[in-house]
Each structure stands twice: as C-alpha cells, then as structure tokens.
C-alpha cells in the first residue's frame, strides 16, 4: 500500500523527508525508499536508520492500534 512520497517525520524541532514509504499489509511493515546520488556516506545510512526507527517505534504503533 502506498503512503506517502515526501512524507514529512518531525523529530524535534527538525523536518525529515524520505523519497517514498509503503506499508506491506501481508508483512505488517514499512518500506521506506531514500534516493541517493552519488555514493552512500555513513550518515545516509545513520539517517535512515532514524526514520526505520521513527517507523517503527511511533508509527507502527498507531497502525496495530486502528487494526
């Protein structure tokens, strides 16, 4: 299932946008999709560490609760 592109993550005072997230009903998860040129550096990937965390902690919870 589509969710969103672009979808806005508050953390703090700061704003966080990844490319493009689905949710995988069968799995029960999320697919969070960054883009990238050029080569990865290990802060793209401490940043989407943050949004699997982001998701899975707080959003996550919220879809089990609507289930």
Do not use: A, W
């Amino acid at each position: 299932m589509f969710v969103g592109s672009q979808v806005r993550i508050t953390l703090g005072e700061e704003h966080f946008y990844p490319d493009l997230v689905f949710y995988n009903r069968l799995l029960k998860c999320f697919v969070i999709i960054d883009l990238k040129i050029g080569k990865v550096t290990h802060q793209d990937i401490g940043q989407m560490q943050m949004y699997v965390n982001y998701y899975d902690k707080l959003l996550k919870v919220k879809m089990k609760i609507k289930q």
